[in-house]
């Protein structure tokens, strides 16, 4: 199945324009449109605003409810603009903004996901107030309504302004680090919660504050970056380690300077290296790996070595 994703800059404002909205959205679609490979990820729209393309409440509206209307694996929303909140709920402004008419809905979009026949629905909002999303006037706020397999993030509470910061939005420009490797596991996956996780250990108690709101049963990558590990190496795993409390015995001639050289041990040593970077294993009663060979000491998989030797063992990897 196909991946979708609707992209919408507007800094064309009459009374109060921005100047990275268009851009966010810009190299939002750069990264999403391939993984690190180059290979394709989403097929991707953009709507930017101009002064001669405007983009009304009804376009939007429509452009949004065409996105959600696919059987698609993952539909994604992204906006960046003004955003405002009023007794009613929240809004994303568009250029025809009028008092108590300021925009598409939060509500419409909440609506139009889900309802939505794709298997996940993934939406980021860089605007002020965006914390509105999924908290309806008419129930208590305190819960969120969202159906099974829709993701949020937004960029700040319903009560904040999000920041532009260096010809972009301080939360996109965020996000799209989380998407070049900065919330890659070890595998280079990037999914939405460790996108937010990301952003928010970036951001202090101080600046805006991102929200997270999910409902899903199984997590996706939205993008995948280079590995910690190549993947043929992780799936050696099961093979150095027959058990996840095993240990792997080392000994000089793993060492690439020890004479005569064992080309073989040579190059698990190179593997077993590269699994120790990743944080997967440890040497046993030595601080490197090198003098665990040197002193014929081991080494052992760390809990996260544990948890990648399991899915290498379960071929989930």
């Known amino acids: 199945m196909s991946r979708i994703a609707l992209l919408v800059g507007i800094d064309s404002y009459p009374n109060a324009p921005l100047f ?14 391939h993984h690190y490979d180059g290979s394709p990820n989403f097929e991707c729209k953009k709507l930017l605003s101009s002064s001669v393309n405007l983009i009304t409440k009804q ?4 452009a949004m409810k065409t996105c959600f209307s696919k059987s698609a694996e993952i539909a994604l929303f992204f906006f960046s603009g003004h955003g405002t909140v009023n007794s009613l709920g929240g809004y994303l402004v568009t250029p025809d903004a009028q008092q108590y008419d300021e925009g598409v809905s939060m509500n419409d979009l909440l609506a139009f996901a889900n309802q939505s026949p794709a298997q996940e629905k993934i939406i980021i909002l ?59 596991d070890v595998c280079g996956k990037v999914t939405v919660p460790s996108a937010y996780a990301y952003v928010d250990q970036i951001l202090g108690a101080w600046d805006q504050r991102p929200l997270f709101k999910s409902h899903v049963s199984k997590l996706v990558s939205i993008r995948n970056c280079i590995p910690s590990v190549p993947l043929k190496i992780l799936r050696l795993l099961p093979t150095y380690f027959s058990s996840p409390s095993d ?25 077993l290296q590269k699994l120790r970077a990743a944080h997967l294993i440890e040497p046993i009663g030595e601080e490197h790996m090198y003098f665990a060979a040197i002193n014929s000491k081991s080494c052992k998989l760390t809990p996260l070595g544990k948890f990648y030797w399991s899915l290498a063992h379960k071929e989930k990897i």
């Open 247 to 271: 240990e792997y015995s080392l000994d000089p001639s793993y060492e690439p300077d020890a004479e005569p050289h064992n080309l073989k041990h040579e190059e698990i040593f190179e593997h």
């Open 20 to 33: 990275g909205c268009v851009n966010d959205a810009t190299r939002m679609c750069s990264l999403l449109r």
């Open 126 to 184: 860089d605007c002020c107030h965006s914390g509105a999303f999924g908290k309806l006037p008419s129930v208590d706020n305190a819960r969120v309504i969202l159906n099974e397999g829709v993701s949020v993030l937004s960029a700040c509470r319903d009560t904040e302004s999000a920041v532009e910061k260096d010809g972009g939005g301080l939360f996109t420009s965020l996000i799209c680090g989380a998407l070049e490797g900065g919330a890659a």
């Open 59 to 62: 376009r939007l509206r429509q």
